[in-house]
Antibody
Framework: EVQLVESGGGLVQPGGSLRLSCVAS????????MNWVRQVPGKGLVWVSN????????SYADFVRGRFTISRDNAKNTLYLQMNDLSGDDSAVYYC??????WGQGILVTV | DVVLTQSPLSLPVTLGQPASISCRSS???????????LNWYQQRPGQSPRRLIY???NRDSGVPDRFSGSGSGTDFTLRISRVEAEDVAVYYC??????????FGQGTKVEIK
């Protein structure tokens, strides 16, 4: 069974930084693209970033490019999202998802 | 960027009756390899999104057969043949043909009348 468990969220001051983690299990992590999607409570889903299996290719939504960095450690089956220069607009629940078929439970970030 | 427009945004339905949600794309979602990457998701209150349908009409494992997807090009539909209480949720379409970015519709809230 695929499991994705996010951690690292919380309350941070504007301009601050936070690193989200997502530990994966139940599948071959290194062979899968991974994504971060966020959702302001009560609002819709918005794609944030993704990374290929070996970490050599990444993509970002325009509104996070230059502030957020996605990465992965395949030895630890873990996906990361380093978020810098945070603002109130970044407050949301952040989900990690394996190619949009399996999703974590989400982690709340409040700026 | 591809814009997905869902309608209606709110859908009150009587238990046992059918429901239909439309998703229209600002451009064709047919990819160069002939696939159409249009998915449907269900998000129950307080839960993560769950994929129901991928590539327009393929049901995910464990999804009841009362859910079906159809469409082509720019027009797509999610149908629930007989709504049950557990179907109360927000439903999203998502396109993965023209990326980045992957884009979602605004969501349609299905509730029981």
């Amino acid at each position: 069974e695929v499991q994705l468990v996010e951690s690292g969220g919380g309350l941070v001051q504007p301009g601050g930084s936070l690193r989200l983690s997502c530990v994966a299990s139940g599948f071959t992590f290194s062979e899968n693209w991974m994504n971060w999607v966020r959702q302001v409570p009560g609002k819709g889903l918005v794609w944030v970033s993704n990374i290929n299996g070996d970490g050599s290719r990444t993509s970002y939504a325009d509104f996070v490019r230059g502030r957020f960095t996605i990465s992965r450690d395949n030895a630890k089956n873990t996906l990361y999202l380093q978020m810098n220069d945070l603002s109130g607009d970044d407050s949301a629940v952040y989900y990690c998802t394996r190619w949009f078929d399996s999703w974590g439970q989400g982690i709340l970030v409040t700026v | 960027d591809v814009v997905l427009t869902q309608s209606p945004l709110s859908l009150p339905v009587t238990l046992g009756q059918p429901a239909s949600i439309s998703c229209r794309s600002s451009q064709s979602l047919v990819s160069s390899d002939g696939n159409t990457f249009l998915n449907w998701y269900q998000q129950r209150p307080g839960q993560s999104p769950r994929r129901l349908i991928y590539k327009v009409s393929n049901r995910d494992s464990g999804v009841p057969d009362r859910f079906s997807g159809s469409g082509s090009g720019t027009d797509f539909t999610l149908r629930i043949s007989r709504v049950e209480a557990e179907d109360v949720a927000v439903y999203y379409c998502m396109q993965g043909t023209h990326w980045p970015p992957w884009t979602f519709g605004q969501g349609t809230k299905v509730e029981i009348k």
